[in-house]
């Protein structure tokens, strides 16, 4: 039981350059979330998809995509990477009615240059 | 004005310690309220939750809820360096039938053995 696991760990991109984070859960998870973490500004949503077939934006969502796989798996992509999205991304997963109960990954840590 | 705010510390206390961990919060619509415990370069993970207001008691944590202050605190007791982490406050409440959760931005805390 691997709980929510994210791929890569650590990755640099320079300006412009595109990138897909990957996320996987094996708690049978209807929610998923992916966050950003930067210094002084805590965790803010990007986006989150609150069941298989569903996604909407969180609080930060420009410069991102989002695409729900299937049940276990929600990945997050850069299309245009800029330095301004340096930051720690973290997958995050729930329950349908649990998102006050959410299992976050160990992060990927991305650095635009 | 942040819907919750939380002081970044840093906090130093000596072992065996007992810890205050506070954030105060602007949104009175907010049901769940969360601790989360993050240990250097790994993901967040749930200490506790309370639901509306009160104490809730696990082993050497105690979670305090006062709605009335809009004003949530968490306690430790016998404070061992293990504790030493980043502790974010989180709450959410429900916005057009998804439960939105706003974390705090993190109070590192440093046990000093």
């Known amino acids: 039981n691997a709980g929510v696991t994210q791929t890569p760990k650590f990755q640099v991109l320079k300006t412009g350059q595109s990138m897909t984070l990957q996320c996987a859960q094996d708690m049978n998870h209807n929610s998923m979330y992916w966050y950003r973490q930067d210094p002084g500004m805590g965790l803010r949503l990007i986006y989150y998809?609150?069941?298989?077939?569903?996604?909407d934006k969180g609080e930060v969502p420009n410069g991102y995509n989002v695409s729900r796989l299937n049940k276990r798996e929600f990945s997050l992509r850069l299309e245009s990477a800029a330095p301004s999205q340096t930051s720690v991304y973290f997958c995050a997963s729930s329950t349908l009615a649990g998102a006050h109960e959410q299992f976050f990954g160990p992060g990927t840590r991305l650095t635009v240059l | 004005q942040k819907e919750v705010e939380q002081d970044p510390g840093p906090l130093s206390v000596p072992e065996g310690a007992i810890v205050s961990l506070n954030c105060t919060y602007s949104n009175s619509a907010f049901q769940y309220f969360m601790w989360y415990r993050q240990y250097s370069r790994k993901g967040p993970e749930l200490l506790m939750y309370t639901y509306s207001s009160g104490n809730k008691e696990d082993g050497r944590f105690t979670a305090q809820v006062d709605k009335s202050s809009k004003y949530i605190s968490l306690f430790i007791r016998d404070s061992q360096p293990s504790d030493s982490a980043t502790y974010l406050c989180a709450m959410s409440a429900i916005n057009r039938g998804y439960q939105k959760v706003t974390f705090g931005t993190g109070t590192k805390l440093q046990v000093i053995p």
């Open positions: 998809s609150a069941s298989e077939g569903t996604t």
